[in-house]
């Protein structure tokens, strides 16, 4: 099996909304130090949000979840067959595909938004080879239908 590195990042057009939004509510509400100092946090915050990229890849015997801020790795979990429970295949909104890699011990890991879209597939064949039990759901089997 070949070690594919697949990417995403955060949704960028939510974040400039917001980003946007917390600028009006910072200049209406600049007069007062309580609200300037929230909306303040609150655009830092955004736009901190939106430098963050998440990178997910498969290898012969684990699994490697990462998450950037910018170019630096922030969080990494690499993850063996023996800790993976199973995984969930579900439908994530209406045309977009989620896996859900529900793990013995530790937070699931939700791989969505991922390009390239073979993620999904690389996953069963990881899945199989492994032996690990796998889940899809109707709405998910619907989605590949449509595809």
């Known amino acids: 099996m070949r070690k594919i590195q697949y990417k995403t990042t955060v949704q960028r057009k939510l974040f400039i909304l917001l980003i946007f939004s917390t600028l009006i509510l910072l200049i209406q509400g600049w007069e007062y ?26 290898e012969e ?3 490697i979840y990462t998450t950037f801020l910018a170019r630096f790795p ?8 023996s ?3 199973k995984v969930v295949f579900k439908r994530f909104n209406w045309k977009t595909k989620l896996a859900v890699i ?3 011990k530790g937070i699931p890991i939700r791989i969505t938004l991922f390009k390239p879209d073979s993620v999904f597939n ?13 889940e899809k759901t109707r709405d998910y089997k619907i989605l590949e239908k449509l595809r």
């Not at 130090?33 to 498969?58: D, E, N, P, Q, T």
């Not at 922030?74 to 067959?81: N, T």
């Open 102 to 104: 529900k793990l013995h």
């Open 33 to 58: 130090i309580g609200f300037r100092i929230f909306w303040l946090f609150m655009l830092v915050f955004h736009l901190i949000a939106l430098c963050i990229k998440y990178s997910f890849s498969i």
């Open 122 to 134: 690389e996953l069963i064949t990881f899945c199989e080879k492994h032996t690990i039990q796998y």
């Open 83 to 85: 800790q993976i429970k």
């Open 74 to 81: 922030i969080y990494k979990k690499k993850v063996a067959p």
């Open 61 to 63: 015997d684990k699994v």
